[in-house]
Each structure stands twice: as structure tokens, then as C-alpha cells.
């Protein structure tokens, strides 16, 4: 939190130990909170570096590129296809790289074609802005998270049902292999009982 003060004008006091008026200023005190405990990232200078150092690949130019491309609401207003006609990288790579992202939850879907990267992770802007855009995106999260996890519940429900499938199909063949073991050996064994009989 961070203090600030300002002179709004002057007041006479009546000192009690010496009898005398003294004239004092008159200070209001505005109390705003603001981040603290930050670093300054020259973003654009930072990715020059990682680029020509050979240390950065597709993926990660993107997430640089996302950060450099976000409105001052922390809006990405971008489709999946615009994004890999501006950086010049395959859909696939875009699509892969964004799923990922909200995965971790370093973005959400806001609305078709616009993303909403998370403000604990990077904003630009005062205190308060940054405050408002979290209460947009923590809106957000309800609903992708619980379609998310709805999701991955029918993948692996789906997934459950292939195996128990296969499971009974090969229960199914291990039965007939028996059954057609068995068969193969009765007629043997009766046989050699006609044979024993026949002696």
C-alpha cells in the first residue's frame, strides 16, 4: 500500500505548553494499494534475446506473441487461423499450444474467436483495472471449467467402456480357445478307450 499526501490549506492551534496560536498545514491522506513486488519486462527485448539465442521454439514465440498482442483488458482477439496466418506457424501448432494454455490456466475462452489471458499472470495497468478484469475472468472459469471436467468425464467413461468391451472379447476368445482345446482332445481320449475295449 502506498500513501500519498496533500496540503488542502492551513489551521491555527492553540499550544497548551507555551499559550501560543501556531499555524499548521493541513494534510489528507489517500491510501492506494498497488502491486508491489515487482519486475520490469522489456517484453519485446526479452523475445529478441530468446529468439536470436536459439533457445526459443514455436510454441513458446506464441505465448510471447499472445502477451504482445493483448488488449488493455488482457482481450487476445484472435481466431485460431488468424493467429497462424500473423506468426506464420501451422493451425495444429496454434491449436495444441492454446489447449495447453488453458489447461494450465494461463487463458480462458471469453467468446468465439477472443481469449482473456489471467491477470495474476500479466497485466498492464492500475490496481483497480487489474481487480475488474479478474472479476471478468473468474466469471469465466465457472463455465469452462465445469464443461472442461464434463469432458474429460465422458473421455473416460468412453474409455472405460472400449476396455470393458475388449476385456469380454477376450474372455469370449479364451473361452472358445477351452472349449475347442476340449474338443479336440475328447475324441482322442475316446478312441484309445474303443482301442483298450477292442483288446
Known amino acids: 500500500m502506498k500513501k500519498k499526501n496533500r496540503i488542502i490549506g492551513t489551521q491555527s492551534f492553540y499550544n497548551s505548553h507555551t499559550g501560543e496560536l501556531v499555524e499548521m498545514q493541513i494534510m489528507d491522506s489517500d491510501v492506494n494499494e498497488r502491486d508491489s513486488n515487482f519486475h520490469k519486462l522489456f517484453l519485446r527485448s526479452f523475445v529478441t534475446a530468446l529468439e536470436d539465442g536459439g533457445i526459443m521454439n514455436q510454441k513458446t514465440s506464441l505465448c510471447f506473441w499472445i502477451l504482445s498482442n493483448l488488449t488493455k483488458d488482457n482481450l487476445l482477439l484472435y481466431t485460431y487461423r488468424q493467429i497462424a496466418d500473423k506468426k506464420g506457424i501451422s493451425y495444429k501448432t496454434v491449436a495444441d499450444t492454446m489447449k495447453r494454455l488453458m489447461d494450465t490456466d494461463f487463458l480462458r475462452k471469453h467468446s468465439s474467436g477472443y481469449y482473456m489471458v489471467n491477470p495474476d499472470i500479466i497485466f498492464k495497468g492500475s490496481y483497480q483495472r487489474r481487480c475488474m478484469a479478474y472479476q471478468i475472468y473468474s466469471q469465466l472459469s465457472s463455465d469452462d471449467i465445469t464443461n472442461s471436467q464434463e469432458l474429460q ?11 470393458q468391451k475388449q476385456e469380454e472379447k477376450l474372455k469370449n476368445k479364451i473361452e472358445y480357445t477351452k ?3 476340449t474338443d479336440i482332445e475328447e475324441p482322442k481320449s475316446t478312441k484309445e478307450l474303443e482301442t483298450r475295449k477292442n483288446k
Open 153 to 163: 468425464l465422458q473421455n473416460l467413461q468412453s474409455k472405460i467402456s472400449r476396455l
Open 179 to 181: 472349449l475347442t482345446q
